[in-house]
């Protein structure tokens, strides 16, 4: 019996790791095609603009994170991820008929197919926010909470950062040159590669056995209390709305930054810029998988307050570094130029930008760790809250690229500057849980 346990589990932790992968794919769709709108001539090159199919994408998660928890109380785990698959099907397919519809029209002085697009990003949003009230808590009960749940956090963190890499990158290639005559029809491949993986997913997850964790089974308990009765808590979702945003604004406007080949961008060359700056974005996720994997393997022995409060420091140097270096210093980093890689000249900051990814790769798993710890029956209502603080990576990336169309690309870098000083805060502090009896006695 216990082997049948243990393989069960097996199982269980196997199909959420896939699962965390399946999140980044469909985020960072986002920022990339993003690009390919934002050259549109009835989007004037506006930054603003062009994150807008991030924000729709994140905006869902403020609609659905407390559904979310809700469906997970009553369905369980693997339903909720079966409901989660469809929609994200659903979200690409959508996006991929914008590119085939209402292409030669204007609605409101924009293109009509730029609306089919945002909700179609809208819809994957909702599939990624119910992947991640499942996949998230799944995966910390699994591991049994603590140092050994928080390992397991990473240890899928680097499956969903690999996904984050390709993806930029497989788009950066296909878009090649972006002009005003690239269409978002360019890149149809990726979008019928992510309709067949949602497919044979919703096949393959429908024969898998997933057992609920036991720490889910909340029939015929009392709720005193919400999750927000517990400080640690209160505080952790703030710091997973601005992580988020953090983690997503840091790549995102610098793709934008690499790609822009007018003054305000980084004077990179025309015919390439769009390849770079895909690439340079994948890097920063390259080193978000690098940090995780790592944090995977010292995940039993470094605490999720030790390991965030260090990367938050070492963070905030970088912007700050960043922020002050003219883009007339400039580094060389390994990028694929559209024929192969080379090393590529870009401005110093950049390259400390996507330093960042190494900093921001355990941050999640990290704040999502200490924000729930101990709070046991309100572990699965406390993932649908948190689910809807994810809305930062929509509102934050939004606001810093309204700040560099007005301001210029590094002085936007304030937004994630304050958001990692906030960040420090938690981990240093916010984070301790203030009564431990009584939370533990409320948990129960």
Same mark, same amino acid.
């Given at each position: 019996?216990?082997?049948?346990?243990?393989?069960?589990?097996?199982?269980?932790?196997?199909?959420?790791?896939?699962?965390?992968?399946?999140?980044?794919? &469909?985020?960072?769709?986002?920022?990339?095609?993003?690009?390919?709108?934002?050259?549109?001539?009835?989007?004037?090159?506006?930054?603003?603009?062009?994150?807008?199919?991030?924000?729709?994408?994140?905006?869902?998660?403020?609609?659905?994170?407390?559904?979310?928890?809700?469906?997970?109380?009553?369905?369980?785990?693997?339903?909720?991820? *079966?409901?989660?698959?469809?929609?994200?099907?659903?979200?690409?397919?959508?996006?991929?008929?914008?590119?085939?519809?209402?292409?030669?029209?204007?609605?409101?002085?924009? /293109?009509?197919?730029?609306?089919?697009?945002?909700?179609?990003?809208?819809?994957?949003?909702?599939?990624?926010?119910? *992947?991640?009230?499942?996949?998230?808590?799944?995966?910390? *009960?699994?591991?049994?909470?603590?140092?050994?749940?928080?390992?397991?956090?990473?240890?899928?963190?680097?499956?969903?950062?690999?996904?984050?890499?390709?993806?930029?990158?497989?788009?950066?290639?296909?878009?090649?040159?972006?002009?005003?005559?690239?269409?978002?029809?360019?890149?149809?491949?990726?979008?019928?590669?992510?309709?067949?993986?949602?497919?044979?997913?919703?096949?393959?997850?429908?024969?898998?056995?997933?057992?609920?964790?036991?720490?889910?089974?909340?029939?015929?308990?009392?709720?005193?209390?919400?999750?927000?009765?517990?400080?640690?808590?209160?505080?952790?979702?703030?710091?997973?709305?601005?992580?988020?945003?953090?983690?997503?604004?840091?790549?995102?406007?610098?793709?934008?930054?690499?790609?822009?080949?007018?003054?305000?961008?980084?004077?990179?060359?025309?015919?390439?810029?769009?390849?770079?700056?895909?690439?340079?974005?994948?890097?920063?996720?390259?080193?978000?998988?690098?940090?995780?994997?790592?944090?995977?393997?010292?995940?039993?022995?470094?605490?999720?307050?030790?390991?965030?409060?260090?990367?938050?420091?070492?963070?905030?140097?970088?912007?700050?570094?960043?922020?002050?270096?003219?883009?007339?210093?400039?580094?060389?980093?390994? &990028?694929?130029?559209?024929?192969?890689?080379?090393?590529?000249? *870009? /401005?110093?900051?950049?390259?400390?930008?996507?330093?960042?990814?190494?900093?921001?790769?355990?941050?999640?798993?990290?704040?999502?760790?200490?924000?729930?710890?101990?709070?046991?029956?309100?572990?699965?209502?406390?993932?649908?809250?948190?689910?809807?603080?994810?809305?930062?990576?929509?509102?934050?990336?939004?606001?810093?690229?309204?700040?560099?169309?007005?301001?210029?690309?590094?002085?936007?870098? &304030?937004?994630?500057?304050?958001?990692?000083?906030?960040?420090?805060?938690?981990?240093?502090?916010?984070?301790?849980?203030?009564?431990?009896?009584?939370?533990?006695?409320?948990?129960?």
């Amino acid at each position: 019996m216990q082997e049948t346990n243990q393989k069960g589990r097996s199982i269980a932790i196997v199909a959420m790791i896939f699962l965390f992968g399946m999140i980044a794919f &469909v985020t960072n769709l986002a920022a990339p095609i993003g690009v390919i709108w934002k050259n549109q001539p009835a989007l004037e090159g506006s930054n603003t603009l062009g994150m807008l199919g991030n924000m729709m994408n994140f905006l869902a998660y403020l609609f659905m994170g407390i559904p979310s928890g809700k469906m997970l109380q009553r369905i369980g785990y693997k339903k909720t991820a *079966l409901v989660a698959v469809a929609f994200g099907f659903a979200g690409v397919f959508i996006q991929f008929l914008s590119g085939q519809l209402f292409t030669h029209s204007l609605l409101m002085g924009l /293109p009509t197919n730029f609306y089919v697009y945002l909700l179609g990003a809208f819809v994957a949003g909702i599939s990624v926010c119910m *992947l991640n009230t499942v996949v998230n808590p799944m995966l910390n *009960l699994l591991g049994g909470g603590g140092k050994k749940g928080n390992q397991l956090l990473q240890i899928g963190g680097t499956l969903n950062s690999f996904m984050g890499t390709l993806t930029p990158m497989l788009v950066g290639a296909l878009i090649g040159t972006v002009t005003k005559d690239t269409a978002i029809s360019d890149v149809n491949i990726v979008l019928y590669l992510a309709m067949g993986i949602f497919a044979a997913t919703f096949i393959i997850l429908s024969f898998i056995p997933i057992a609920d964790p036991e720490s889910n089974n909340t029939e015929g308990v009392t709720f005193e209390h919400s999750p927000f009765y517990f400080r640690h808590f209160t505080l952790g979702v703030i710091a997973i709305f601005l992580y988020v945003g953090t983690e997503v604004g840091i790549p995102g406007t610098l793709n934008f930054f690499l790609s822009d080949t007018s003054a305000a961008g980084a004077g990179l060359n025309v015919a390439t810029a769009a390849t770079i700056g895909g690439f340079a974005a994948g890097t920063y996720w390259l080193l978000m998988l690098v940090g995780r994997f790592v944090a995977g393997l010292i995940g039993s022995k470094v605490s999720s307050r030790v390991m965030m409060g260090t990367t938050n420091a070492i963070g905030v140097c970088l912007i700050i570094t960043a922020m002050v270096l003219p883009k007339t210093v400039t580094g060389a980093i390994p &990028v694929f130029t559209g024929s192969g890689f080379e090393m590529t000249e *870009l /401005p110093l900051s950049a390259i400390l930008l996507v330093c960042c990814g190494l900093c921001t790769s355990v941050m999640w798993s990290c704040t999502f760790n200490l924000a729930t710890e101990g709070l046991g029956k309100y572990t699965a209502a406390a993932s649908g809250i948190f689910m809807t603080m994810v809305v930062g990576g929509g509102i934050l990336p939004m606001v810093q690229n309204a700040i560099a169309d007005k301001a210029g690309y590094m002085v936007s870098y &304030v937004v994630p500057l304050v958001a990692m000083c906030y960040m420090f805060f938690y981990a240093v502090w916010g984070s301790r849980i203030v009564n431990k009896e009584a939370s533990a006695e409320q948990a129960s």
